[in-house]
């Protein structure tokens, strides 16, 4: 996997120590092991984007927010310049984009998967928290907790993420689709 701006393991590390955790907590709390923890915040090892999301949600902020630079607002973003993680073996990449309504909870995320390639099953996300999605091109095929949705190009869904999420691709192109995710009644206490 790779990464582009900041390191994302000084990244974990700095919000981690700010917020008193010892790496054996914040592998309770967000359910990566703590050898793990310690790969990525050493980069040795990058993160999934299944692993980080859990990382940035046990961290209590968004995976965008713990791949940008703290306290830059966005204005002009040129693709080569986007917050993103590419798991190249898995066939998944993050793109976020934070911006100075990222401060009120609205982060806008591009996912892009290979043919049959799957973020895995994430965790539920904070109450409070709203999802809109929207297929660019591909099949999608979209499980919030325990209901499949099939989705195509142009296909579009608002849903509360308060379950299980999984994005998989179901067709044998890429898949790509627009995420925007509105946090702003989800009560951030950062």
Do not use: C, F, Y
């Given at each position: 996997m790779t990464?582009?701006?900041?390191?994302?393991?000084?990244?974990?590390?700095?919000?981690?120590?700010?917020?008193?955790l010892t790496?054996?907590?914040?592998a309770q709390s967000s359910g990566v092991?703590?050898?793990?923890?310690?790969?990525?915040?050493?980069?040795?090892?990058?993160?999934?984007?299944?692993?980080?999301?859990?990382?940035a949600r046990a961290l209590g902020c968004s995976l965008t927010e713990l791949l940008d630079e703290p306290g830059a607002p966005t204005r002009l973003v040129k693709a080569e310049q986007?917050?993103?993680?590419?798991?190249?073996?898995?066939g998944v990449q993050r793109h976020g984009v934070t911006t100075t309504l990222a401060r009120g909870g609205?982060?806008?995320v591009t996912y892009v998967l290979g043919p049959r390639a799957t973020t895995g099953e994430m965790p539920a996300n904070r109450?409070?928290?709203?999802?809109h999605l929207t297929v660019v091109r591909g099949r999608l095929r979209l499980t919030l907790g325990d209901e499949e949705i099939a989705l195509g190009a142009g296909d579009h869904i608002t849903y509360a993420p308060q379950f299980a999420v999984e994005y998989r691709n179901a067709g044998r192109g890429e898949l790509e689709f627009?995420?925007?995710s509105d946090g702003g009644a989800a009560?951030?206490?950062h």
């Open positions: 990464h582009s701006g900041p390191d994302v393991g000084a990244q974990i590390r700095a919000r981690r120590q700010q917020q008193g790496l054996d907590a914040l092991s703590s050898a793990m923890l310690s790969e990525v915040e050493r980069s040795v090892k990058n993160p999934t984007v299944k692993l980080a999301w859990q990382i986007r917050r993103s993680l590419v798991d190249a073996e898995g609205l982060e806008v109450a409070g928290v709203l999802e627009v995420l925007l009560g951030r206490e």
